[in-house]
């Protein structure tokens, strides 16, 4: 009897396991605002973004940090990509969507095509979390995601709190997020980090929101006082695109 319950457990498990990372992936490739790979150019590219990045992102960063942020930092990831492309190295990948692409490198230990790439997916979804704001005020969330917050957190204050620790304390290079976990459906958010390159999806997470903590994000206009960055990001977080995404996953399920 016991080996027969462990092993349905494990055969459960397995299955739980494959639902959340179909719907990862699902997600992840249903999210038309973030194309920025092109199977029938066969290129990668930097994506469109909403706003006038030489203006910087009023009041949290100028012109000069934006440049350099997406101008040189984001284009050598998709330059490395191109040229990967360009050499044949990624035959066996022109016909999958980038989110698979992402969790294949990542499976097979394939780090040259994996870091660039993942860097790829999360500075473009970190372009979509922020959008200029004329005043100095905090944006906060609303309708579900922010009843979801408060709900798990009890206020946004203490959810904004744990996220700012996590983000400041994140060592060295890497990504805070709040995620969407498909295996908890009755408290299904999180602040995780990511060290380096890596993304939420090969843990099975979904994105719905991110700080780039990478010193280059921030180091022009804040040298290395992280958490007075962290502090007025709130300023600029683009909700409607975190709600967006949050609501997306909810009507999946």
Same mark, same amino acid.
């Given at each position: 009897?016991?080996?027969?319950?462990?092993?349905? !457990?494990?055969?459960?498990?397995? $299955?739980?396991?494959?639902?959340?990372?179909? =719907?990862?992936?699902?997600?992840?490739?249903? @999210? @038309?605002?973030?194309?920025?790979?092109?199977? $029938?150019?066969?290129?990668?590219?930097?994506?469109? #973004?909403?706003?006038?990045?030489?203006?910087?992102?009023?009041?949290?960063?100028?012109?000069?940090?934006?440049?350099?942020?997406?101008?040189?930092?984001? @284009?050598?990831?998709? %330059?490395? #990509?191109?040229?990967?492309?360009?050499?044949?190295?990624?035959?066996?990948? +022109?016909?999958?969507?980038?989110?698979?692409?992402?969790?294949?490198?990542?499976?097979?230990?394939?780090?040259?095509?994996?870091?660039?790439?993942?860097?790829?997916?999360?500075?473009?979804?970190?372009?979509?979390?922020? !959008?200029?704001?004329?005043?100095?005020? *905090? $944006?906060?969330? %609303?309708?579900?995601?922010?009843?979801?917050?408060?709900? =798990?957190?009890?206020?946004?204050? %203490?959810? $904004?709190?744990?996220? +700012?620790?996590?983000?400041?304390? /994140?060592?060295?290079?890497?990504?805070?997020?709040?995620?969407?976990?498909?295996?908890?459906?009755? %408290?299904?958010?999180?602040?995780?980090? &990511?060290?380096?390159?890596?993304?939420?999806?090969?843990?099975? !997470?979904?994105?719905?929101? &991110?700080?780039?903590?990478? *010193?280059?994000?921030?180091?022009?206009?804040?040298?290395?006082?992280?958490?007075?960055?962290?502090?007025?990001?709130?300023?600029?977080?683009?909700?409607?695109?975190?709600?967006?995404?949050?609501?997306?996953?909810?009507?999946? /399920?």
């Amino acid at each position: 009897g016991g080996k027969k319950n462990l092993f349905f !457990k494990k055969k459960m498990m397995n $299955r739980l396991t494959r639902r959340n990372l179909h =719907q990862v992936k699902n997600f992840v490739t249903r @999210q @038309q605002s973030l194309r920025y790979y092109s199977k $029938r150019n066969n290129q990668f590219y930097l994506p469109k #973004l909403d706003f006038d990045h030489k203006q910087g992102v009023s009041p949290v960063f100028t012109g000069e940090q934006m440049e350099y942020h997406y101008e040189k930092h984001h @284009q050598s990831y998709v %330059t490395k #990509l191109n040229s990967m492309l360009n050499s044949g190295d990624l035959d066996k990948y +022109k016909d999958k969507e980038i989110s698979a692409m992402i969790i294949d490198a990542y499976n097979s230990s394939f780090t040259q095509l994996y870091n660039p790439l993942a860097q790829h997916f999360n500075h473009s979804f970190f372009w979509k979390c922020i !959008k200029p704001n004329e005043g100095e005020e *905090e $944006r906060e969330p %609303t309708g579900r995601l922010h009843d979801a917050i408060v709900s =798990q957190w009890g206020d946004v204050e %203490t959810f $904004r709190n744990e996220f +700012k620790n996590k983000a400041v304390n /994140n060592f060295g290079s890497g990504w805070t997020w709040l995620v969407y976990n498909p295996s908890k459906p009755k %408290t299904p958010l999180e602040v995780v980090n &990511t060290g380096n390159a890596d993304v939420p999806t090969i843990h099975e !997470k979904i994105p719905l929101l &991110t700080i780039d903590v990478w *010193e280059h994000s921030y180091y022009v206009d804040y040298r290395n006082d992280r958490p007075k960055f962290v502090d007025e990001f709130w300023k600029i977080v683009n909700w409607e695109f975190v709600e967006d995404v949050f609501e997306t996953v909810e009507n999946s /399920n």
